[in-house]
């Protein structure tokens, strides 16, 4: 993993820390880790440009360390228009550096634990990504993307195998040709969240899709998805992924559609037609509750007003 835009003693001790946390957990390396050095560029970008390129374990610097931090995130709400489980994730990814740091006795103890309260998350954040899509749109979808040349089968494999499947962008983006049956319509030993190895069943529209997809490729990448960088195919990247999607929600109306609204949409329909069990398990969840929390969508007033009235009509009322 390489630190090409760090240079200087910030990232020498840092890819130290990043090498000795996948050497304990290698799982990891393409999907915590990964992010967490994407957030430390950002942070250690912005310290050479507005905190004087100051060391990120000299005394100074752990001396006020909690004011650097607390400008960083004035920075990445007024500057980089981050809100506030984004700008939390940041802090986290900072955070693990120096409690490695302090087991590798480089310092004394964490600079900013206890001194620095994580941002409230708003409820206006936490419903941002919360579209559920109807059957109708789904459909609507899938039927503008085949007319439109803005779309090519990429974007309709992505959409479709979310539908399909609910899978988290992680294990999408993780999707090796040497996972899927197509004859079987399995995909098979992905890593999900906590470990986890998942399959995924996925249905004939979307396997012929990827058989579409696989005839017209001549690139030698293992993943499904790629894309050419610089001349070259490498795996998509979730960013792309992501862009992908919200290219696809502007077919319904909607802005800012995620891969995880479809993740939500998914296991949403699932629990509606054939109860909260069997979504909770298709969601690979720990169990219901998470699965009756965030992914299940709530009731208008409407709907439940006229369910009440049903239930006083036959009460006799």
Known sequence: MELKLIKGRNAQIYLEYLNSSIAKNEATKNTT??????????????????ENNRYLLSKDTLKIIV????????????????????????????????????????????????????????????????????????????VKMEMDKRFDLQDRIIFNLIIDTACRIS???????????????????????????????????????????LRCRNDSVEYLLVTKYNGVFKQMSKSTIRDRVRKIGKLVGIDNLYPHSLRKTSINLIAKTAGIDLASEFANHSGTDVTKKHYVKKTSARDRKNKLLEIRKKAGF
Request: glycine share 2%.
């Open 67 to 142: 004011s650097v931090l607390e400008r960083y995130i004035r920075y990445c709400r007024e500057v980089k228009g981050n809100n506030a489980r984004t700008i939390n994730n940041k802090i986290t990814a900072i955070s693990s550096f120096y409690i490695w740091s302090v087991k590798r006795d480089l310092i004394a103890t964490h600079p900013f634990r206890d001194k620095l309260d994580r941002l409230k998350v708003t409820d206006v954040e936490k419903r941002r990504n919360s579209y559920y899509l109807s059957n109708k749109e789904i459909i609507e979808i899938n």
């Open 33 to 50: 880790y990964k992010t967490y050095l994407n957030n430390m560029k950002q942070f250690v970008k912005y310290i050479k440009k507005y």
């Open 171 to 213: 294990a999408l983006h993780s999707i090796k040709l040497g996972n899927i049956d197509l004859e079987n319509g399995i995909i098979s030993g992905i890593v999900e969240k906590e470990q986890k190895i998942v399959e995924f069943a996925i249905f004939e529209e979307t396997t012929e899709l990827i058989k579409e997809w």
